[in-house]
């Protein structure tokens, strides 16, 4: 990927971020995640209709690659089914960690395909998509017992 543009779409996704601000609505499933390594703290916020991720948000102090990833990561699983949404958590996990992974699901999040040159900030880019996690894996456990 081109190096400017990949700069060009962080910072895009940093300066005007997607649905960041939470909604008062008991409808929606919240997760409150936080770097002990850095300033990072975001809540996560979603809303299942239906088995599909009808709706995202995020709110909290972050760093520009923090922030930029929870706004691409609302893009790219609005619309998801909570199926479709672990494959692409798992997905953007492994191309974090260096392993194995489907780019073409990943839609924009591609971006940071080299994010494990800086170690330090992988957390920063996982942050919120653990977030996301955290809540599916949360409601399935639920289901599981009910």
């Given at each position: 990927?081109d190096?400017?543009?990949?700069?060009?779409?962080?910072?895009?996704?940093y300066?005007?971020?997607?649905n960041?601000?939470?909604?008062e609505?008991?409808s929606?499933?919240l997760?409150?995640?936080?770097n002990?390594s850095?300033i990072?703290?975001v809540?996560v916020?979603?809303k299942?209709?239906?088995?599909?991720?009808?709706?995202?948000?995020?709110?909290g102090?972050?760093?520009?690659?923090?922030?930029?990833?929870?706004?691409?990561?609302?893009?790219?699983?609005?619309g998801?089914t909570?199926?479709?949404?672990?494959?692409?958590?798992?997905?953007?996990?492994?191309?974090?960690?260096?392993?194995?992974?489907?780019?073409?699901?990943l839609?924009?999040?591609?971006?940071?395909?080299?994010?494990?040159?800086?170690p330090?900030?992988?957390?920063?880019?996982?942050?919120?998509?653990?977030?996301?996690?955290?809540?599916?894996?949360?409601?399935?456990?639920?289901?599981?017992?009910?």
């Amino acid at each position: 990927m081109d190096k400017n543009f990949r700069r060009g779409l962080i910072l895009e996704h940093y300066q005007n971020p997607r649905n960041k601000g939470l909604v008062e609505d008991d409808s929606y499933h919240l997760v409150d995640m936080n770097n002990e390594s850095c300033i990072d703290e975001v809540k996560v916020q979603i809303k299942i209709e239906d088995n599909i991720l009808k709706d995202i948000h995020f709110d909290g102090e972050a760093c520009a690659i923090c922030t930029s990833s929870s706004s691409i990561m609302v893009e790219t699983l609005l619309g998801k089914t909570v199926e479709e949404a672990i494959t692409i958590l798992k997905n953007f996990a492994n191309m974090i960690d260096e392993k194995e992974y489907d780019a073409d699901i990943l839609e924009q999040a591609v971006v940071y395909d080299d994010i494990y040159k800086q170690p330090n900030r992988k957390k920063c880019a996982l942050l919120p998509w653990w977030g996301v996690e955290k809540i599916l894996g949360e409601l399935e456990n639920h289901d599981a017992t009910h």
